[in-house]
């Protein structure tokens, strides 16, 4: 069987050309004008980029600058977009949490539905446990409309956590949670998932986040290329804080 | 203290009842000093009577028995109109959303049919239905059902792209997936639509009772006009917007329960 529930191989990725504006006439050999959509050619986002996500709970950080390509990375994890050349695999069940994450909220249910929509009954027993790990106890009976972005964001948490998917592609997931919270919750989080063997694919922008939650953090730069660095303890040290940074730079 | 916010509430009503107070001044203004004169120097005077004479035709009016029976079928069609229009209207547009087979065999018909006027339909509707209540609602039904069923399709299209993914990942599908997402998404445009439709209701219904006669409102102001009561046609007509004005805030309050998830500031009055 595949160690890996993730594995993207040697992808080549670029936006599809939009044509551009007021710029479809030209003049042909002979000097007459024509009529003919230019395109403007997109560079490649990704050039011959490959990552993989371990099976059974590895949890995988993907840092780096506005506009390289993270959340872009997501879409071809869930197969929402097709990569030009390579290979993306996904051999299990994924669920995503967007960086709109607003937008996957049913709004018309208090948070307690939001988490239990669809779910086994069965399983509602899991839903007292994860609302605790993610301190969302007091706000289950409110509307979306009536919960801060971090309070969202956590429901949301809670709904693919309580499901057990194979791997988890969060995007940003946890961006609107104040420092002291994130501090708490982080290390939950990290064991929770270790436990109940649900792998993680993990954008952010935030090194300690980052160092906090992963198993590894890889650094997205340019053109798709990464770096990746193992992260022993919780945290990580310093030197490899700094040492992301500077790449980040 | 009052707040900012009540004192700019306060004052954009006392703006708008002021506005009519001035329609009502330019009116009594009309029937005291002939001010249509200036644009239509032939018609009688009679045309236009005073408000005082208005108010008490219609306060004559409210206490006739015939009037409180007429007012009874008038608004009884227009609701029973709205609401088979309602129901109908949805239940397609969510027919039309489970397959693209049944959206494709649904929508051609529909894209034709709501070109028609309805009026244009009254013929067809008195071959079916005769010239009673069912003829009036039929006509009413039809030119509402369209209205309803596009918005309705509309809305159940316009689901956010991150709602639909999160279906799809979470596998929700069947009636979850209706009645749990597409449905309460729809829910803003459904509403809207109702505003929409029960004033074309009320239009059809009083136009097919006073093209067509029998009873109700409609034959009520064709009989005025034609027995030259000009106070009590006027008064009987603006009785008709009033009723208009009631069930359209009826629809509000109901409205306010359905869309019980509303960002607060979006219902605010403006």
């Known amino acids: ?249 | 203290m009052i707040k900012k916010k009540d004192k700019q509430y306060t004052l954009r009503l006392c703006q708008r009842t002021f506005g009519v107070f001035l329609v009502l001044a330019l009116w009594e203004c009309n029937a005291r000093f002939g001010l249509y004169h200036l644009v239509a120097p032939t018609l009688p005077l009679a045309y236009f009577p005073s408000l005082n004479e208005v108010f008490s035709a219609g306060l004559r009016a409210v206490i006739d028995q015939t009037y409180v029976i007429a007012l009874e079928q008038t608004v009884y069609r227009i609701l029973v109109a709205f609401g088979i229009a309602a129901i109908l209207g949805v239940f397609f547009a969510l027919l039309a959303a489970r397959s693209v087979v049944l959206d494709d065999l649904i929508y051609y018909p529909v894209e034709f049919f709501r070109q028609l006027p309805a009026v244009a339909v009254i013929p067809f509707a008195i071959m079916l239905f005769g010239i009673y209540t069912s003829m009036k609602v039929a006509v009413a039904v039809f030119g509402c059902f369209f209205p309803v069923f596009v918005a309705t399709r509309e809305g159940l299209k316009s689901v956010e792209p991150g709602l639909v993914l999160t279906a799809r990942t979470y596998k929700w599908t069947g009636l979850r997936l209706l009645f749990g997402v597409m449905f309460p998404s729809a829910i803003p445009h459904i509403l809207a639509s109702f505003r929409i439709t029960l004033a074309i209701s009320l239009i059809l219904v009083v136009m097919s009772e006073m093209l067509v006669g029998g009873d109700g409102l409609g034959v009520r102001i064709v009989e005025k006009e034609r027995a030259f009561d000009f106070s009590g046609l006027y008064a009987e007509t603006f009785l008709l917007g009033i009723i208009g004005v009631v069930l359209n805030l009826a629809l509000e309050v109901v409205s306010r329960r359905l869309y019980y998830w509303r960002e607060d500031e979006a219902w605010r009055p403006n």
């Open chain 1, 1 to 249: 069987m595949n160690t890996n529930i993730l594995e993207i191989h040697n992808v080549d990725f670029a936006y599809p050309s939009e044509p551009l504006p007021f710029n479809n006439l030209s003049l042909d050999d002979s000097g007459s004008m024509c009529l003919g959509a230019h395109y403007k050619s997109e560079p490649l986002l990704f050039n011959n980029l490959s990552l993989d996500v371990s099976r059974g709970g590895q949890i995988k950080c993907v840092l780096g600058p506005s506009g390289v390509g993270k959340s872009t990375l997501l879409h071809l994890a869930m197969e929402e977009i097709k990569p030009k050349e390579g290979k993306v695999i996904v051999t299990g069940v994924y669920l995503p949490i967007l960086q709109n994450f607003e937008s996957m909220l049913l709004r018309w249910f208090n948070a307690r539905t939001n988490i239990t929509w669809g779910l086994n009954p069965q399983e509602y027993d899991k839903i007292d446990k994860v609302s605790e790990l993610l301190e969302i106890k007091e706000t289950l009976n409110s509307l979306p409309r009536h919960l801060s972005g971090g309070q969202k964001q956590r429901v949301i948490m809670a709904r693919a956590l309580v499901r057990h998917p194979d791997i988890l592609l969060l995007d940003e997931p946890l961006a609107n949670l104040d420092s002291g919270t994130l501090k708490r919750i982080l290390p939950r989080i990290r064991s929770f998932l270790h436990e109940q063997k649900v792998s993680a694919l993990w954008v952010t922008h935030n090194v300690a986040e980052a160092l906090m939650v992963a198993d590894a953090v890889c650094v997205l730069h340019e053109g798709g290329i990464l770096h990746e660095f193992p992260v022993m303890s919780p945290g990580g040290d310093e030197s490899l804080a700094r040492e992301i940074e500077k790449l980040l730079l």
